[in-house]
């Protein structure tokens, strides 16, 4: 395969990708939605984070999974306060950071 076709084939995959991330943020700001969907839109970020998140909580050290879990409780008490997702996944880090350390 030459090079020109590489880069047609890079190109397309990169166009294939980028429209159902574009679009969608192009037509929220047009679409009016009613409140429960409102309300399920803004818990999303919290769902997907939960869902990255709990199967680490039990692998992050075999001999000691207390420390997985601290790290996950902190994260799902952050969470349930609301906080911001970036400050669920930072608190989480450093209490498994720090409970590593011990």
Sequence with gaps: MDS??????????ALV??????LPALLVGKIKFGARVE???K???YTAM?????PGVFTVDAERPLIGIAGGAVAGVLA?????????VIAAIAVDFVLYLL
């Design 39 to 41: 309300k399920f839109l």
């Design 80 to 88: 349930w306060l609301k906080c911001p997702v970036m400050v669920c």
């Design 17 to 22: 990708t980028y429209i159902p991330r574009a």
């Design 4 to 13: 020109t076709k590489i880069l047609l084939l890079i190109l397309g995959m």
């Design 50 to 54: 939960s869902a990255l998140i709990f």
């Design 43 to 45: 818990l999303i970020p």
